[in-house]
């Protein structure tokens, strides 16, 4: 069964600091997405990426949010500047053409401190 | 904005007893998808129904969309501690980049 992979499982960063989550959805995809989830709460849609551009963001992804596929296999999401908030579970997805349902990588855990 | 509720937040069952989540949108729903997540996983992907007034089952698992398409149920019958999980509905809005919106979640519990 292909796989969303996503590393790493762990971050711990220092409010500030820049983190970049890194994400390798299934070959074949064409749909990409990030969403986060706080501890205990649902799931909370991020961004949209489709050809090589975002199609879509929330209120959620303001400025110190951006995202990258900068080769052929790599999905990137980078936080600018870190805040105490943005400490979730954040989830990578991807979807192929005719959809059927999202894939779900692991997750990473972000930990802002 | 969309806004997905689910009901009950929480439910905990006997094992063998049946389980039943309901979603509730305030607006109608495009397609509705159900997604379980684990304790400490990521969220799977489990169906999607299309069709208003469309019912699916998946062995124990029996997921109906209304009428109106503003609403849908997920019931388990005879739940077995491997249920155990949050279950969430989705709007999938086929209209956008295949943009899906999660509902609030019903976290099963069972008890063996």
């Known amino acids: 069964e292909p796989e969303v992979t996503q590393t790493p499982s762990h971050q711990v960063t220092q409010m500030g600091q820049e983190v970049i989550l890194r994400c390798v959805p299934i070959?074949?995809?064409?749909?990409f997405y990030w969403y986060r989830q706080i501890l205990g709460q649902k799931v909370e849609f991020l961004v949209s990426?489709?050809?090589?551009?975002?199609?879509?963001k929330s209120e959620i992804f303001d400025d110190q949010f951006s995202v990258e596929r900068p080769d052929g296999s790599n999905f990137t999401l980078k936080i600018r500047s870190t805040k105490l908030e943005d400490s979730a579970m954040y989830f990578c997805?991807?979807?192929?053409?005719?959809?059927?349902?999202?894939?779900f990588g692991s997750g990473t855990r972000l930990t802002v401190v | 904005g969309q806004q997905v509720m689910q009901i009950p937040q929480y439910q905990h069952v006997q094992e063998g007893e049946d389980f039943t989540t309901y979603c509730n949108s305030s607006?109608?729903?495009?397609?509705i998808q159900w997604y379980k997540q684990r304790p400490g996983g990521h969220p799977v992907f489990l169906i999607q129904?299309?069709?208003?007034?469309e019912v699916k089952k998946q062995k124990r698992l029996t997921f109906q969309f209304g009428e109106a398409k503003k609403n849908s149920s997920l019931h388990i019958t005879a739940t077995q501690t491997t249920d155990v999980g949050t279950y969430f509905c989705?709007?999938?809005?086929?209209?956008?980049?295949?943009?899906?919106?999660f509902g609030t979640g019903t976290k099963l519990q069972v008890i063996p």
């Open positions: 070959s074949n995809h064409l749909y």
């Open positions: 997805a991807s979807s192929e053409r005719g959809f059927r349902g999202y894939t």
């Open positions: 990426f489709y050809n090589n551009e975002i199609s879509e």
């Open positions: 607006t109608t729903l495009s397609n």
């Open positions: 129904l299309v069709k208003s007034g």
């Open positions: 989705a709007d999938f809005n086929s209209g956008g980049y295949q943009k899906v919106t």
